[in-house]
């Protein structure tokens, strides 16, 4: 599907494009600010997306070669990623159990929040993107309050770009946490992608400037 000296977040960012999932053009965040890109891994949408995205995910995991006992899946978007790409490391010999939350504690079956595998040993959070680090908070103290360890948290792309603050929200979780983040790609890929393909060429300049205004200097 991809060309073979592509490493996984370059094809990532294709895979992105392809799926219209990742858009160039100008966007008004949250924040409101003017971005030159877009990305929504709500569009990931259908099986087949869902099934290489879950690949994308196991690859920057196994790449990074974190240690790890589960996975858990913060309700809503956390539960897909975390339940397919438990599937995903399986596939490469890394079966592990995954978890995920309700927003509403059930009173009757199994009750409580926690659907899935135990909470127990070092757990990583699977979620989307990082904005403003209230899931990963939330996630955090969900797996600390079952006597679980968080040790880390994968999203799909950091946008390496600062909040409030010096620091990006990616930074901050590390900060805040002491746990790393584990991105399939970051705007480091994004614009190496622009400067590679000649078809996408008239959005680098704008990407490039966006980030010399909002960015960091560096991924977390």
Known sequence: MYK????????FIEFAVGRNALL???????AGRCSPYFF???LFNDGDSLDQLAQFYASAILDHGIAF?????PAYKGIPLAATTAVAL???GCNRPFSYNRKEAKDHGEGGTIVGAKLAGRVLIIDDVISAGTSVRESVEIIRAAGA??????IALDRMERGKGELS????????YDIPVIAVASLDDLLAFLHRRADFAGFEDAVANYRREYGVARAA
Request: aromatic share 12%; with cysteine; charged share 25%.
């Open 4 to 11: 073979d000296f592509m490493d996984f977040r370059q094809q």
């Open 24 to 30: 160039f053009g100008e966007f008004i965040t949250k």
């Open 40 to 42: 929504n891994a709500g």
């Open 69 to 73: 006992d589960g996975l858990f899946g």
């Open 90 to 92: 399986a596939r490469q």
């Open 149 to 154: 360890t968080p040790c880390g948290v994968v």
């Open 169 to 176: 929200a990616v930074q901050e979780v590390t900060r805040d």
